[in-house]
C-alpha cells in the first residue's frame, strides 16, 4: 500500500522560502517513478505545480516539468535512499498561497500529461503554505 505524507508548510512572509517533503512508503523511487506537486487554493481548481519523473535509457535521467508561474522560484527534486519528494519553493508569492499536495503514479513515461492530477494514483493529504504580503 503506498502512503505519501507531506510536510514542510507554513506561513511565511512575501519573498521567503519553504521546503515541502513528501515522504513515500510503499512507491519505488527509481526506474520510471513519476512523483509531483499539485496545490489549491481556496475557490480555485487543483493545479500541477512540478513534477519529476526518473527515465531515459537507463532509467537514470531525471526530467522535471514546472508550471509557468513558479518556473525560476521553485526546484522540485527526490531523494532515493530517503524516499522522499522535496519542493524547493523560494520567492515565494501571496498568490502562491494553497494546499500543497504530494501524488505519485503519474505516467508522463507513457506519454501522460505532467500536469493532470486524474492520471496519478496516490495521493498525499496535503500541506498548507501561507504567504503572506
Known amino acids: 500500500q503506498v502512503q505519501l505524507v507531506e510536510s514542510g508548510g507554513g506561513s511565511v512572509q512575501a519573498g521567503g522560502s519553504l521546503r515541502l517533503s513528501c515522504e513515500a512508503s510503499?512507491?519505488?523511487?527509481?526506474?520510471?517513478?513519476?512523483m509531483g506537486w499539485f496545490r489549491q487554493a481556496p475557490g480555485k481548481e487543483r493545479e500541477g505545480v512540478a513534477t519529476?519523473?526518473?527515465?531515459?535509457?537507463?532509467?537514470?535521467?531525471?526530467?522535471?516539468y514546472y508550471a509557468d508561474d513558479v518556473k525560476g522560484r521553485f526546484t522540485i527534486s527526490q531523494d532515493n535512499a530517503k524516499s522522499t519528494l522535496y519542493l524547493q519553493m523560494n520567492s515565494l508569492k501571496p498568490e502562491d498561497t494553497a494546499m500543497y499536495y504530494c501524488?505519485?503514479?503519474?505516467?508522463?513515461?507513457?506519454?501522460?500529461?505532467?500536469?493532470?492530477?486524474?492520471?496519478?494514483?496516490?495521493w498525499g493529504q496535503g500541506t498548507q503554505v501561507t504567504v503572506s504580503s
Open positions: 501524488a505519485a503514479g503519474c505516467r508522463v513515461g507513457y506519454g501522460g500529461s505532467w500536469s493532470r492530477g486524474d492520471e496519478y494514483n496516490y
Open positions: 510503499g512507491y519505488t523511487f527509481s526506474n520510471g517513478a513519476c
Open positions: 519529476i519523473y526518473t527515465g531515459g535509457r537507463f532509467l537514470t535521467t531525471y526530467y522535471t
